[in-house]
C-alpha cells in the first residue's frame, strides 16, 4: 500500500533563512505528488503538483519541490520564508488510476521566528 | 477564482445525534469527495462519488456515513449515530476528472464536535 512519510513534525527557521520540508513516499510506481499548505483555520491549499516531466516543479508562493525517482522523495523548497508561511504543510501521493483517493503525510508545522 | 465551499465551519453535536454537512463543489466538477483530519492526525479519505453513486470508500467510512449529491449543486455528508470518535475535521474536495492529472480543490473545512 501506498504511504507517505515526513520526518519532520515541527521545524522552526528565521525569518529570511531558506526552507527545505521533507517527504518520502512509498508506492509501487511513479506517483503523482502533491504539496499542500493549511494556515490556521483555513482549508488545505495546493501549492504545486507533480505528474511527470521536469523533476524540478515550481509553486505558488516561491515555493519549489524535486522529485528524486531513486530516493523516493518530493522535498519542498524555499529560497527565503516570510511570516506569513508560518502553517501546516502536507505532501501527499495521488493514485494514477481510478478516483483522485490521496494519501497524506503526518504533516509538518512550520514555524517562522522573526 | 472558484472554489469550494463548505457550511457549517463549526458544528458541535451530542453523541447519538445525526449530523449533515455541506458542500459546494465548483460548478464544473464531475468527481467529488470527503476527507476528514482528527486533530494531530493525517488527512484521511472517505469517499468518493461520481454520476451518482459512490466510486470508493476507506474503512472509516462505515454505515453510519452517506453521501448524497440531491440537487445537483450541493454534496452532502450526513453521519448517523455520531460517535466520539467522529469529532474532525471534514474536508469536502472536488475535481474535474477522476484520475490522472485531476486536481483536487478542497474547501475550508467543517469542524465537528461530538460531546
Known amino acids: 500500500a501506498q504511504s507517505v512519510t515526513q520526518p519532520d513534525i515541527h521545524i522552526t527557521v528565521s525569518e529570511g533563512a531558506s526552507l527545505e520540508l521533507r517527504c518520502n513516499y512509498s508506492y509501487g510506481a511513479t506517483p503523482y505528488l502533491f504539496w499542500y499548505v493549511q494556515s490556521p483555520g483555513q482549508g488545505l491549499q495546493l501549492l504545486l503538483k507533480y505528474f511527470s516531466g521536469d523533476t524540478l516543479v515550481q509553486g505558488i508562493k516561491g515555493f519549489e519541490a524535486e522529485f528524486k525517482r531513486s530516493q523516493s522523495s518530493f522535498n519542498l523548497r524555499k529560497p527565503s520564508v516570510h511570516w506569513s508561511d508560518a502553517a501546516e504543510y502536507f505532501c501527499?501521493?495521488?493514485?494514477?488510476?481510478?478516483?483522485?483517493?490521496?494519501?497524506f503525510g503526518q504533516g509538518t508545522r512550520l514555524t517562522i521566528n522573526p | 477564482e472558484p472554489e469550494v465551499t463548505q457550511t457549517p465551519s463549526h458544528q458541535v453535536t451530542q453523541m447519538g445525534q445525526e449530523v449533515i454537512l455541506r458542500c459546494v463543489p465548483i460548478s464544473n466538477h464531475l468527481y467529488f469527495y470527503w476527507y476528514r483530519q482528527i486533530l494531530g492526525q493525517k488527512v484521511e479519505f472517505l469517499v468518493s462519488?461520481?454520476?451518482?453513486?459512490?466510486?470508493?470508500k476507506s474503512e472509516i467510512f462505515d454505515d453510519r456515513f452517506s453521501v448524497e449529491r440531491p440537487d445537483g449543486s450541493n454534496f452532502t455528508l450526513k453521519i448517523r449515530s455520531t460517535k466520539l470518535e467522529d469529532s474532525a475535521m471534514y474536508f469536502c474536495a472536488s475535481s474535474y476528472r477522476g484520475q490522472g492529472t485531476g486536481e483536487l480543490f478542497f474547501g475550508e473545512g467543517s469542524r465537528l464536535t461530538v460531546l
Open positions: 462519488f461520481y454520476n451518482n453513486e459512490i466510486s470508493e
Open positions: 501527499a501521493v495521488g493514485l494514477i488510476q481510478g478516483a483522485q483517493k490521496l494519501v
